[in-house]
């Protein structure tokens, strides 16, 4: 079958080149997808760059597919064969056909388009669980960085349909307009714009931004790491966290681990979706065979929302 391949990570031209590669070979408890389409995230660039592990010899990226069922598990699980899905894979997504656990897989209502559930699993899982993991928002000030992303603008509405006075953080007025159409009760284009303090902070982009971010909460607070879009470590001073944030909580975030499954993630962004109480934000729908432009596209920060590819 035809499948996108990792590249060199020493040559940007060509992140990813389409080649072919072997059938799945499902488990026992994994379904078969005909792919139909599917988003790219930034982590699989970073893996693509070389910066992240690509966790297995044999890895080829692909994390968020949406498509159709054309094998049934074996032992049983999950959707029958023709049934129109969403399925977050841990990788292999960006080809023809994947196998998915039936544990990461929910059917699609006929009105929720490929496309659209496409740009749902790793952003929209990472934001339903970033709210879990902040506790109840109803009430309360909440700050969120690196928000014109998708995590971003699905925090964003999620957050604000709960009743949290949200504060997004986007690079200009421009990214960041949509996020106002979401709920966002203030956008800003730079942390230190932040008034605060804000009982629960959500941090995705590292360097400086953490601790500038980290100043503006609430003694008592909570500040929520889950990701470094920038790419810059962080630095933080034990002593500053008297000048305001005192014993605040600082929480790493790894959306993977979870007391959920992602087929029940998924069904409950499904659900929303369907009810028109959650808008995933694509920003782009190209063929997959520019996948390598959309790649550069989102290392140049010039996508907003979603980027999804669909295969012809």
């Known amino acids: 079958m035809k499948a996108l391949l990792p590249g060199s990570p020493d040559d940007a031209d060509k992140p990813v080149v389409l080649g072919e590669a072997p059938e799945p070979g499902p488990a026992d408890d994994e379904l078969v997808v005909s792919v139909e389409a599917y988003s790219v995230n930034r982590g699989e660039t970073f893996q693509l760059d070389g910066q992240l592990d690509r966790t297995w010899p044999g890895w080829r990226p692909g994390k968020d597919v949406a498509g159709t069922v054309v094998r049934p598990a ?4 999950g959707p029958a064969v023709g049934t129109r899905v969403v399925a977050h894979p841990p990788a292999f997504g960006w080809a023809e056909r994947v196998a998915v656990a039936s544990a990461s897989v929910a059917q699609l209502p006929d009105s929720v388009d490929a496309v659209t559930a496409a740009a749902l699993p790793l952003a929209g899982i990472t934001a339903l669980r970033l709210l879990r993991a902040a506790g109840p928002v109803a009430g309360r000030r909440v700050l969120i960085t690196g928000a014109s992303g998708g995590v971003g603008h699905y925090v964003t509405e999620l957050a604000a349909s709960s009743g949290a006075a949200v504060t997004a953080v986007a690079a200009t007025p421009e990214r960041g307009a949509r996020l106002v159409e979401l709920g966002a009760s203030e956008l800003v284009t730079a942390v ?6 804000y009982d629960i902070v959500l941090e995705s982009v590292g360097g400086d931004s953490l601790p500038a971010a980290l100043a503006r909460l609430a003694p008592g607070g ?7 879009a920038s790419r810059t470590p962080v630095t933080l001073n034990f002593f500053d966290f008297f000048k305001g944030p005192n014993q605040a909580r600082l929480a790493h975030f790894d959306y993977t681990s979870s007391d959920t499954s992602y087929a029940s993630d998924l069904a409950t962004l499904v659900r929303l979706v369907e009810a028109g109480r959650l808008h995933p ?3 782009s729908v190209r063929d997959w065979s520019r ?13 907003r929302g979603n980027a999804v590819l669909t295969l012809s």
Do not use: C, H, M, N
């Not at 074996?74 to 699980?77: F, I, L, N, Q, Y």
């Not at 230190?192 to 303090?197: I, S, T, W």
């Not at 909570?222 to 470094?228: I, N, P, R, Y």
């Open 74 to 77: 074996a032992d049983g699980s």
């Open 192 to 197: 230190a714009e932040a008034e605060g303090p």
């Open 222 to 228: 909570l500040l929520v790491w889950f990701g470094q």
């Open 281 to 283: 934000e694509i920003g």
């Open 291 to 303: 996948t390598a432009e959309v790649i550069a596209d989102l290392r140049a920060r010039k996508v």
